[in-house]
Nanobody, 125 residues
Framework: QVQLVESGGGLVQAGGSLRLSCAAS????????MGWFRQAPGKEREFVAV????????NYADSVKGRFTISRDNAKNTLYLQMNSLKPEDTAVYYC??????????????????WGQGTQVTVSS
């Protein structure tokens, strides 16, 4: 069983930055594919950024390319999402997710085995 706990959300003005963290339990974190997803009110959950276990394959949603950076620290069992140049349309609950088969990157929420509880990000105009 894997537990994921997100933190770092909050209220920020447009153009500002936030860094989200996701702390994972389990001794095999380095073998997981990890990702960030988000869900805005009234919308479906969508992928933001995902990468495979060794970090050699990363995929960003077009809407965040050049502004968001996903990274991981396997020694700390932690996933990060650095978000710069935030826009009001980035407002959503952000979730981290883990897939135990970490070899391949997937952007579909159906491919992930574990989810955190989410952290709210609100960007004011």
């Amino acid at each position: 069983q894997v537990q994921l706990v997100e933190s770092g959300g909050g209220l920020v003005q447009a153009g500002g930055s936030l860094r989200l963290s996701c702390a994972a339990s389990g001794r095999t974190f380095s073998q997981y594919a990890m990702g960030w997803f988000r869900q805005a009110p009234g919308k479906e959950r969508e992928f933001v950024a995902v990468f495979n276990s060794n970090g050699g394959w990363i995929n960003y949603a077009d809407s965040v390319k050049g502004r968001f950076t996903i990274s991981r620290d396997n020694a700390k069992n932690t996933l990060y999402l650095q978000m710069n140049s935030l826009k009001p349309e980035d407002t959503a609950v952000y979730y981290c997710a883990a897939r135990t088969d970490g070899r391949i990157v997937y952007t579909s929420i159906d491919e992930y085995d574990y989810w955190g509880q989410g952290t709210q990000v609100t960007v004011s105009s």
